[in-house]
């Protein structure tokens, strides 16, 4: 060891091209003070046509500069991560920690099993010790379907296992790995190519039957007597009577210290774990962080490893090298004892390549890597590595060192029935009664971001936290594949970081002296993301119903006050184009990105707001909506063209085409008045020229929407109910602007 030991296992990089971008930021600012001073040396008197409208632009500016430099604290500076897993090997080849991985599932049908296996396939077969190795499915629906599903792909592990180490597959979720060999280069780098092709064959015809019976059972929706009666685990749902009401039913389906569970090959397994927590009608079951709190528990007194990863059900290990790259944070003699966990971007793997939906492709690569700076990473609920200690509260002092190191502790084996039988209780509706569970420990309740507010909480005692981002992404998951669910989502998401505000762990006045003011800027970006509504709701309206009036809001051409807002407004839009295809994406995907951006701001930021106020007053209860997974072939069919799906009716539809219309409507009324006006031409340009490209702008992103009201025949488009109901209101919003002031 010697010299070799003091090698750190991590390296930090900076950002290169920061002075240039601080220059740009520092011109941005400047025009935005620009222009909050021709506001308020402007200000019409009262009385005035324009005095509502002015101000409220003026209110929506001041809103806007502000969000803006609190996003710059996750720009101004960024870290980039590097591992060196060679120098882990060497020193801690042997005592590398037990790792426990939990898979959260709630629902066989919006979450099918064979996806679900996939991920839990694709996280045993991880280049690691394998009786270091635990994975815990949670079914919090306790479906059988899922069960059989696990005891099948349990099966299926002890020839995929082998398989990925004798030629080092990747990925190792045999469904990718499948169709990534179907364009065949991965076998042909390959030396013993023939060897390889034929067992690829075997192995594909293994999974082939596993996907058949368990597609079978699915499409029955239940699994057949015959099977029932070969497996006694079964005999658990004797007592079940529906997913809210039912015992707790844990099975540990491979028992990796068993010395008969042996792969083909005869090498150990991982441990393998069902569990599906009692659930009864008049307990509160707190979602997914309910689940994860039980399996903390229940995996503490089976396998107990050191490092806990979790992972959503749709998301597979595309990276089987992941732990080794999260040990090495955790590992690391200089800095590691401080780091409480190592998050991974998520990522996804069914995205088209213009994103209509949008991804999170700037937050995982620009964002991140600037919270990162301040090791402030957002714990995100999945793809994330923790410490068992830290996630139960364990709070951070100075000169402490966790201890990592594994114990073998095969030797204390109780029965596995007894054991199992003893570990019920754990997983109870009442075992957290009068306990810190929810609250000091484990993960947080009664937030609707759960992973986000106890990543925070994890921070305010003192730790660090790592963003750990390579090249070749550890983890893909699914993103939403119609409008509905990303803005459903992003509802969620800006609703439980209004409630972190609120809270009593808010960055604002908990946080002042925890962590540092980036890092609380940081936090504050997203979690100011709903307040952003009524600026961006103010800036879709009124300059196109002003428009209408025939009453400029913003500078005339010809002056000089132009000048900050064309700045202002372009330097931001080519900053973004520039920073997203940087990221790797497409001209169009960034225009896609631009939709989905004023879309949710409209919508689900706006419900986010009214349902944390409403709830915040004392009313009614938020409810997690979890987003369908797969969805029928039309939808995919049209999501691979890239046509968006609307649908259905929703509040936010309704919402979303009446300021599409409303726009269209003043613009046209607009262009009507303006030929057969009084004025002229020139004279209208120049004193409505921004508000005439804002309101063209607003248009031409809504062009898909327009097509789905009138144009479209297919499933996808809006309905004629939607169409009548926002022709109405953006009708009499036009009418009302008649009267406006
Ligand atoms: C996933 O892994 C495969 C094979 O290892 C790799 O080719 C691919 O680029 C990875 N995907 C992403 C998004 O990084
Ligand atoms: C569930 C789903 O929609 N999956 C799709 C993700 O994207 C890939 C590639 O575009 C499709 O093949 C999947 O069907």
Same mark, same amino acid.
């Given at each position: 060891m010697g010299e070799e030991r003091h090698l750190p296992l991590f390296e930090t990089t900076r950002a290169k091209g920061i002075v240039l971008y601080r220059l740009f930021a520092v011109s941005i600012f400047v025009g935005i003070c620009l222009i909050w001073v021709y506001r308020a040396i402007h200000i019409p008197n009262a009385g005035e046509d324009g005095r509502f409208g002015w101000m409220s632009l003026f209110a929506a500016e001041l809103w806007f500069g502000f969000y803006w430099f609190v996003t710059q604290a996750s720009r101004w500076s960024r870290v980039y991560r590097h591992t060196f897993k060679d120098r882990l090997s060497e020193r801690y080849e042997n005592v590398l920690p037990g790792v426990d991985i939990f898979v959260c599932t709630a629902d066989p049908i919006i979450e099918p099993p064979m996806m679900v296996m996939n991920t839990v396939l694709s996280v045993m077969a991880y280049d690691y010790p394998p009786e270091k190795l635990s994975v815990y499915l949670s079914d919090d629906c306790g479906s059988q379907l899922t069960y059989y599903a696990l005891l099948e792909a349990a099966e299926f592990a002890k020839s995929w296992i082998p398989y990925c180490k004798k030629y080092s597959v990747e990925p190792r979720s045999p469904a990718a790995y499948f169709v990534s060999t179907a364009s065949d280069a991965v076998v042909d780098q390959s030396q013993n190519r023939n060897h390889q092709f034929g067992d690829l064959a075997l192995i594909k015809k293994l999974y082939d039957d596993m996907e058949s019976k368990i597609e079978n059972a699915v499409k029955l929706g239940r699994v057949s007597e015959e099977v029932r009666s070969k497996h006694k685990g079964f005999s658990q749902w004797d007592s079940y009577s529906s997913k809210h009401d039912h015992d707790t039913i844990l099975q540990i389906v491979i028992d990796g210290k068993d010395p008969n569970a042996r792969d083909v090959e005869g090498c150990v397994l991982p441990t393998l774990v069902y569990l599906s927590r009692e659930k009864r009608p008049q307990y509160h079951h707190n979602f997914k962080a309910g689940a994860m709190n039980a399996l903390i528990r229940v995996s503490s007194r089976i396998s107990n490893g050191k490092l806990l990863l979790n992972v959503d059900c749709d998301m597979y290990s595309n990276n089987s090298m992941a732990i080794r790259d999260a040990l090495c944070f955790l590992l690391d003699e200089e800095q590691g004892h401080e780091i409480a966990f190592v998050q991974f971007p998520q990522n996804f793997h069914?995205?088209?390549? $213009?994103?209509l939906y949008a991804s999170l492709l700037v937050i995982s690569e620009v964002e991140a890597h600037g919270l990162d700076n301040y090791w402030g990473t957002l714990y995100i609920g999945t793809g994330c590595f923790h410490r068992r200690e830290t996630l139960c509260g364990k709070k951070f002092s100075k000169g402490y060192k966790i201890e990592m190191k594994w114990e073998d502790k095969?030797?204390? $084996?109780?029965g596995i029935h007894e054991l199992e039988e003893s570990l019920k209780s754990l997983a109870s509706c009442t075992f957290e009664e009068n306990t810190q569970w929810g609250k000091e420990m484990g993960l947080k309740y009664g937030c609707a971001v759960e992973d986000v507010i106890t990543g925070l909480a994890i921070q305010y005692r003192g730790w660090k936290s790592v963003n750990c981002n390579p090249t070749r992404k550890a983890f893909l998951g699914l993103n939403a594949t119609t409008l509905l669910q990303i803005l459903v989502q992003h509802k969620r998401w800006a609703e439980g970081n209004l409630q972190i505000l609120l809270s009593k762990y808010s960055v604002l006045w908990y946080g002042h002296g925890k962590i540092s003011l980036g890092h609380q800027l940081g936090y504050l970006r997203f979690n100011l993301w709903a307040v952003n509504c009524w600026p961006t709701l103010i800036y879709s309206i009124l300059p196109s119903l002003y428009l209408l009036r025939g009453t400029s809001l913003f500078p005339q051409v010809s002056s000089a006050w132009i000048i900050p807002f064309a700045y202002v407004m372009t330097a931001k839009q080519i900053g973004s184009l520039v920073e997203y295809m940087w990221c790797g994406g497409t001209i169009l995907g960034w225009w896609n990105d631009q939709r989905i951006w004023l879309y949710q701001r409209t919508t689900s930021y706006l419900f986010a707001f009214i349902d944390t106020i409403v709830h915040y007053l004392g009313y009614t209860d938020s409810a997690f909506v979890i987003t369908a997974k797969v969805a029928d072939e039309d939808v995919s069919e049209r999501y691979e063209k890239e046509i968006m799906e609307f649908g259905g009716s929703s509040p936010m539809f309704t919402l979303l085409a009446t300021l599409a219309l409303l726009n269209l409507y003043c613009f046209a009324g607009f262009v009507k008045t303006a030929i057969t006006g009084t004025k002229g031409i020139a004279e209208v340009y120049d004193t409505m020229c921004l508000q005439i490209l804002l309101c063209v702008v607003l248009i031409f992103i809504n062009l898909p929407l327009y097509e789905a009201l009138y144009l479209r025949k297919d499933k996808g488009k809006l309905p004629s109910s939607v169409a009548f109901k926002s022709m109405a209101f953006a009708g009499f919003a036009c009418i009302c602007s008649k009267f406006m002031y």
């Amino acid at each position: 060891m010697g010299e070799e030991r003091h090698l750190p296992l991590f390296e930090t990089t900076r950002a290169k091209g920061i002075v240039l971008y601080r220059l740009f930021a520092v011109s941005i600012f400047v025009g935005i003070c620009l222009i909050w001073v021709y506001r308020a040396i402007h200000i019409p008197n009262a009385g005035e046509d324009g005095r509502f409208g002015w101000m409220s632009l003026f209110a929506a500016e001041l809103w806007f500069g502000f969000y803006w430099f609190v996003t710059q604290a996750s720009r101004w500076s960024r870290v980039y991560r590097h591992t060196f897993k060679d120098r882990l090997s060497e020193r801690y080849e042997n005592v590398l920690p037990g790792v426990d991985i939990f898979v959260c599932t709630a629902d066989p049908i919006i979450e099918p099993p064979m996806m679900v296996m996939n991920t839990v396939l694709s996280v045993m077969a991880y280049d690691y010790p394998p009786e270091k190795l635990s994975v815990y499915l949670s079914d919090d629906c306790g479906s059988q379907l899922t069960y059989y599903a696990l005891l099948e792909a349990a099966e299926f592990a002890k020839s995929w296992i082998p398989y990925c180490k004798k030629y080092s597959v990747e990925p190792r979720s045999p469904a990718a790995y499948f169709v990534s060999t179907a364009s065949d280069a991965v076998v042909d780098q390959s030396q013993n190519r023939n060897h390889q092709f034929g067992d690829l064959a075997l192995i594909k015809k293994l999974y082939d039957d596993m996907e058949s019976k368990i597609e079978n059972a699915v499409k029955l929706g239940r699994v057949s007597e015959e099977v029932r009666s070969k497996h006694k685990g079964f005999s658990q749902w004797d007592s079940y009577s529906s997913k809210h009401d039912h015992d707790t039913i844990l099975q540990i389906v491979i028992d990796g210290k068993d010395p008969n569970a042996r792969d083909v090959e005869g090498c150990v397994l991982p441990t393998l774990v069902y569990l599906s927590r009692e659930k009864r009608p008049q307990y509160h079951h707190n979602f997914k962080a309910g689940a994860m709190n039980a399996l903390i528990r229940v995996s503490s007194r089976i396998s107990n490893g050191k490092l806990l990863l979790n992972v959503d059900c749709d998301m597979y290990s595309n990276n089987s090298m992941a732990i080794r790259d999260a040990l090495c944070f955790l590992l690391d003699e200089e800095q590691g004892h401080e780091i409480a966990f190592v998050q991974f971007p998520q990522n996804f793997h069914n995205l088209t390549k $213009n994103e209509l939906y949008a991804s999170l492709l700037v937050i995982s690569e620009v964002e991140a890597h600037g919270l990162d700076n301040y090791w402030g990473t957002l714990y995100i609920g999945t793809g994330c590595f923790h410490r068992r200690e830290t996630l139960c509260g364990k709070k951070f002092s100075k000169g402490y060192k966790i201890e990592m190191k594994w114990e073998d502790k095969s030797g204390e $084996n109780i029965g596995i029935h007894e054991l199992e039988e003893s570990l019920k209780s754990l997983a109870s509706c009442t075992f957290e009664e009068n306990t810190q569970w929810g609250k000091e420990m484990g993960l947080k309740y009664g937030c609707a971001v759960e992973d986000v507010i106890t990543g925070l909480a994890i921070q305010y005692r003192g730790w660090k936290s790592v963003n750990c981002n390579p090249t070749r992404k550890a983890f893909l998951g699914l993103n939403a594949t119609t409008l509905l669910q990303i803005l459903v989502q992003h509802k969620r998401w800006a609703e439980g970081n209004l409630q972190i505000l609120l809270s009593k762990y808010s960055v604002l006045w908990y946080g002042h002296g925890k962590i540092s003011l980036g890092h609380q800027l940081g936090y504050l970006r997203f979690n100011l993301w709903a307040v952003n509504c009524w600026p961006t709701l103010i800036y879709s309206i009124l300059p196109s119903l002003y428009l209408l009036r025939g009453t400029s809001l913003f500078p005339q051409v010809s002056s000089a006050w132009i000048i900050p807002f064309a700045y202002v407004m372009t330097a931001k839009q080519i900053g973004s184009l520039v920073e997203y295809m940087w990221c790797g994406g497409t001209i169009l995907g960034w225009w896609n990105d631009q939709r989905i951006w004023l879309y949710q701001r409209t919508t689900s930021y706006l419900f986010a707001f009214i349902d944390t106020i409403v709830h915040y007053l004392g009313y009614t209860d938020s409810a997690f909506v979890i987003t369908a997974k797969v969805a029928d072939e039309d939808v995919s069919e049209r999501y691979e063209k890239e046509i968006m799906e609307f649908g259905g009716s929703s509040p936010m539809f309704t919402l979303l085409a009446t300021l599409a219309l409303l726009n269209l409507y003043c613009f046209a009324g607009f262009v009507k008045t303006a030929i057969t006006g009084t004025k002229g031409i020139a004279e209208v340009y120049d004193t409505m020229c921004l508000q005439i490209l804002l309101c063209v702008v607003l248009i031409f992103i809504n062009l898909p929407l327009y097509e789905a009201l009138y144009l479209r025949k297919d499933k996808g488009k809006l309905p004629s109910s939607v169409a009548f109901k926002s022709m109405a209101f953006a009708g009499f919003a036009c009418i009302c602007s008649k009267f406006m002031y």
